[in-house]
């Protein structure tokens, strides 16, 4: 068990509102990337008028998956940034790119006004924005791990994903709010741009906030020469491979349980959709909630023990879990399964960040854990809602469950083969 060293109230006040302050930031980040998914029923016509309500979702869809892919170049360059000039630097850049990517689509110009440039311009505007959430991970990570305090490391570290998640809820709720005060025709013509402003607006407060952060890293780290660089971070190729190792499956289980958890309670248990909005709101809450317990519960017993409870409980649990929501009736019952698979997921993502960070020694641990994540996730979460819909439609929609348990596998030996970082990583002997 991990004993906590003495603290004085200051010092405790200054690192929470320095876990406030990069955390503000993250939520903003995945508030702003999350909104373009939630929203695109109702631009869509704007920048694609093909007629065709499929096309243009998909066209969107392609410009949205566009996004995703630049999260490996975005962990790569903020990682650099972050390792070489700081964190704080890294994270306002962040930030204020994904502002600026808001602002634009926010009043972008539509296809009736600009032609084909329109579409060109969205996809810019998308591209900043995957770059910058694509950075923002690692850094944000690396910075919550460097900042929280020794022996509570994984409660403190456990708030990126309390926003993550949290920004991925504020863009259901606003487009909700919106729902309910504007009418759908309003929606289409220019209703669709208030999230992005507010975005725009959100993500200003955040690099505010960013701005009076304290650096994390030292001068003496960022100018080692192997600061931010791929050859200092192939010196630890084991580390990196382990991260991406345990990301693919853990990624794999998150997006499967999160984002497209809602559209396999429409299209195979036949749940109407707006009930399956509601139980996936609701489970996404707790689930929010539920990340400072088992980032507590990673203080006291490690973060290798809840990475072996996490591997083992979702290879056993996955096919058992995914079939009984198949035949789901009652919202209730569904709602009961999918907390007991987000539990076991929070075994993970509670501390997703801070392992990764405590692999890797200051001087390339941003662009260590960044890159690593962006990885694992743009390769396997990134394309589980491609896999599981592609699957079902040639009638082998259970191949999916098993692909997911097959992954976690991966990661549990993964997970068996490592040493604790909490107790062996490089994080343990700073303060």
Same mark, same amino acid.
């Given at each position: 068990?991990?004993?906590?060293?003495?603290?004085?109230?200051?010092?405790?006040?200054?690192?929470?509102?320095?876990?406030?302050?990069?955390?503000?930031?993250?939520?903003?980040?995945?508030?702003?990337?999350?909104?373009?998914?939630?929203?695109?029923?109702?631009?869509?016509?704007?920048?694609?008028?093909?007629?065709?309500?499929?096309?243009?979702?998909?066209?969107?869809?392609?410009?949205?998956?566009?996004?995703?892919?630049?999260?490996?170049?975005?962990?790569?360059?903020?990682?650099?940034?972050?390792?070489?000039?700081?964190?704080?630097?890294?994270? =306002?850049?962040? *930030?204020?790119?994904?502002? +600026? $990517? /808001? &602002?634009?689509?926010?009043?972008?110009? #539509? !296809?009736?006004?600009?032609?084909?440039?329109?579409?060109?311009?969205?996809?810019?505007?998308?591209?900043?924005?995957?770059?910058?959430?694509?950075?923002?991970?690692?850094?944000?990570?690396?910075?919550?791990?460097?900042?929280?305090?020794?022996?509570?490391?994984?409660?403190?570290?456990?708030?990126?994903?309390?926003?993550?998640?949290?920004?991925?809820?504020?863009?259901?709720?606003?487009?909700?709010?919106?729902?309910?005060?504007?009418?759908?025709?309003?929606?289409?013509?220019?209703?669709?741009?208030?999230?992005?402003?507010?975005?725009?607006?959100?993500?200003?407060?955040?690099?505010?906030?960013?701005?009076?952060?304290?650096?994390?890293?030292?001068?003496?780290?960022?100018?080692?020469?192997?600061?931010?660089?791929?050859?200092?971070?192939?010196?630890?190729?084991?580390?990196? =491979?382990?991260? *991406?190792?345990?990301?693919? +499956? $853990? /990624? &794999?289980?998150?997006?499967?349980?999160? #984002? !497209?958890?809602?559209?396999?309670?429409?299209?195979?248990?036949?749940?109407?959709?707006?009930?399956?909005?509601?139980?996936?709101?609701?489970?996404?809450?707790?689930?929010?909630?539920?990340?400072?317990?088992?980032?507590?519960?990673?203080?006291?017993?490690?973060?290798?023990?809840?990475?072996?409870?996490?591997?083992?409980?979702?290879?056993?649990?996955?096919?058992?879990?995914?079939?009984?929501?198949?035949?789901?009736?009652?919202?209730?019952?569904?709602?009961?399964?999918?907390?007991?698979?987000?539990?076991?997921?929070?075994?993970?993502?509670?501390?997703?960040?801070?392992?990764?960070?405590?692999?890797?020694?200051?001087?390339?641990?941003?662009?260590?854990?960044?890159?690593?994540?962006?990885?694992?996730?743009?390769?396997?979460?990134?394309?589980?809602?491609?896999?599981?819909?592609?699957?079902?439609?040639?009638?082998?929609?259970?191949?999916?469950?098993?692909?997911?348990?097959?992954?976690?596998?991966?990661?549990?030996?993964?997970?068996?083969?490592?040493?604790?970082?909490?107790?062996?990583?490089?994080?343990?002997?700073?303060?």
């Amino acid at each position: 068990m991990s004993k906590t060293p003495p603290t004085t109230a200051v010092d405790n006040r200054s690192r929470i509102l320095a876990i406030v302050g990069a955390s503000s930031g993250n939520l903003v980040e995945w508030f702003d990337f999350y909104v373009y998914s939630f929203c695109a029923i109702y631009f869509a016509p704007a920048f694609f008028p093909s007629g065709n309500p499929t096309t243009q979702l998909l066209n969107t869809a392609g410009v949205f998956a566009a996004g995703f892919l630049m999260r490996p170049i975005g962990g790569w360059l903020f990682g650099r940034i972050a390792d070489k000039h700081g964190r704080r630097t890294s994270m =306002m850049i962040s *930030v204020l790119m994904m502002c +600026g $990517g /808001s &602002l634009m689509i926010a009043f972008l110009p #539509t !296809y009736a006004a600009i032609g084909a440039a329109a579409p060109g311009l969205l996809l810019v505007a998308r591209l900043f924005q995957g770059l910058s959430v694509g950075g923002e991970y690692g850094t944000s990570a690396t910075y919550m791990s460097e900042v929280a305090l020794k022996g509570r490391r994984g409660f403190y570290a456990s708030f990126q994903y309390v926003t993550l998640i949290g920004g991925q809820l504020l863009a259901v709720l606003v487009l909700v709010v919106l729902q309910q005060l504007l009418s759908t025709e309003q929606l289409k013509d220019w209703g669709w741009r208030v999230p992005f402003m507010l975005g725009a607006v959100a993500a200003v407060v955040a690099l505010y906030l960013r701005k009076s952060l304290s650096e994390t890293s030292t001068a003496e780290t960022r100018k080692s020469k192997d600061a931010g660089t791929l050859a200092g971070l192939l010196k630890h190729k084991g580390a990196f =491979m382990t991260v *991406v190792g345990f990301t693919a +499956g $853990g /990624s &794999l289980i998150f997006y499967t349980f999160t #984002t !497209y958890m809602q559209k396999y309670l429409v299209n195979t248990a036949g749940m109407p959709a707006k009930t399956a909005s509601s139980v996936m709101t609701g489970a996404l809450l707790v689930y929010m909630l539920m990340q400072p317990l088992f980032g507590a519960l990673s203080d006291r017993i490690g973060r290798r023990s809840s990475m072996l409870w996490f591997g083992g409980l979702a290879t056993l649990c996955t096919v058992p879990v995914l079939h009984a929501l198949k035949d789901v009736s009652n919202p209730y019952a569904a709602f009961g399964l999918v907390i007991l698979a987000l539990a076991i997921i929070s075994l993970y993502t509670s501390i997703s960040g801070l392992i990764k960070a405590e692999m890797f020694p200051p001087e390339v641990r941003a662009l260590g854990v960044g890159l690593s994540y962006a990885v694992g996730n743009a390769v396997f979460g990134g394309s589980a809602e491609f896999v599981a819909l592609s699957l079902k439609s040639i009638g082998m929609e259970s191949t999916f469950y098993w692909y997911v348990t097959a992954m976690c596998a991966i990661g549990l030996i993964v997970s068996f083969r490592m040493r604790d970082p909490s107790k062996e990583g490089y994080l343990r002997n700073e303060a």
